[in-house]
């Protein structure tokens, strides 16, 4: 294989053997769906990324992403959520259109949908919220 291609190869990369969004820099704000009921990621769900307008405290849609985004992936995660250009300090909601995807499997869901609202302080950090779900609970963290 090629220096060139390796290092293209090395650029998608991060440490730890996760692999970035294809794309310059990777996300500032990552998240990863597990389905606890089967053990397994929660993969092929839609969802949405809001910042709150602190003058009136409506929700603005930062991105549903393009076709690999607005879905979580085959592991449960969702690369390129925003830029690190888009991400500012605020507040943030990241929902999770749960009931459609217990629905895709066949089965139904105490919760419609889950929404996280979480404060931004520091918009150079990077920040991971991940989201464990079954038919009749979930829970959340900020991970690393």
């Given at each position: 294989m090629s220096a060139f291609r390796l290092q293209q190869l090395n650029s998608h990369i991060l440490s730890g053997g996760k692999t970035a969004a294809m794309s310059d820099s990777p996300s500032p704000l990552t998240t990863h769906v597990l389905n606890t009921a089967l053990g397994v990621p929660g993969?092929?769900?839609?969802?949405r990324l809001y910042r709150q307008d602190?003058?009136?405290?409506?929700?603005?849609?930062?991105?549903?992403?393009?076709?690999?985004?607005?879905?979580?992936?085959?592991?449960?995660?969702?690369p390129g959520l925003i830029t690190q250009q888009q991400f500012?300090?605020?507040?943030?909601?990241?929902?999770?259109?749960?009931?459609?995807?217990?629905?895709?499997?066949?089965?139904?869901?105490?919760?419609?949908?889950v929404e996280i609202v979480f404060t931004i302080t520091d918009s150079e950090q990077r920040y991971h919220v991940p989201l464990l779900v079954s038919r009749f609970s979930y829970s959340t963290y900020r991970g690393s």
């Open positions: 993969s092929n769900m839609t969802l602190p003058s009136t405290n409506g929700w603005h849609l930062v991105t549903t992403g393009d076709f690999f985004n607005r879905c979580t992936n085959s592991d449960g995660r969702c500012k300090p605020g507040v943030y909601k990241l929902n999770f259109e749960t009931g459609q995807y217990w629905a895709s499997m066949g089965q139904t869901s105490f919760y419609p949908f």
